[in-house]
């Protein structure tokens, strides 16, 4: 296998939608005795999301769901505000102060990667994987796991610059972004 093969791996299988579904998901999960229908708002999370990409890709304002173009990017980023809120809302309703949070530091980073966006490309892919590795490492606190997840944003964060999506920095910063904005509002 070449290399750009497994960065396409690497890149496809940590991409930045199912990590931030993923860090939802692994909240109502542990917090389903705190959060009533916790099933029923993953598929509403899943739904709003799905959508709010399906729709921009419909009417062309994305051109591949990687969103690689920057210029595509800030509009989506800044739309996702508006499905955060709704889960914020629907957060208010539930006894999870970790859902909560979680709804808090996924609103903050569409807010943060919409902005950036502008000027910038900062990865995605990098910034909501290290989201849920945070949320993750926080959550079940241990060595091992934090390791794995060390282990895991350095492959994703290498196949990134491997197929030229990001530069060095690009990816770093969108690292540095999770990582701090998670440890926030945790």
């Known amino acids: 296998m070449n290399k750009k093969n497994l960065a396409n791996i690497f890149s496809n299988v940590f991409n930045a939608y199912l990590s931030l579904l993923s ?10 005795d705190k959060i009533p229908n916790a099933v029923a708002i993953a598929v509403f999370i899943v739904i709003m999301f799905g959508t709010e990409l399906a729709l921009f890709k ?10 690689s173009n920057k210029r595509e990017r800030p509009l989506l980023d800044l739309a996702s505000i508006i499905p955060t809120l709704v889960i914020i809302f629907i957060a208010t ?16 980073s569409n807010i943060i990667l919409g902005i950036v966006s502008i000027f910038w490309k900062l990865s995605g892919h990098m910034f909501y ?8 490492s926080v959550i079940f606190f241990n060595w091992y796991l934090i390791f794995f997840w060390l282990i895991v944003l350095t492959l994703v964060a290498w196949s990134r610059v491997e197929l030229k999506r990001h530069t060095v920095s690009q990816v770093i910063a969108g690292t540095l972004c999770g990582v701090m904005l998670s440890l926030l509002f945790l």
Do not use: K, Q, R, W
């Open 58 to 67: 419909c009417f062309g304002l994305i051109s591949d769901f990687e969103i």
């Open 129 to 136: 994987l290290s989201i849920f590795a945070t949320v993750t």
């Open 23 to 32: 860090t939802y998901f692994i909240v109502l999960y542990l917090d389903n």
């Open 93 to 108: 309703t539930t006894s999870s102060p970790l859902f909560f949070a979680v709804s808090l530091i996924v609103f903050t």
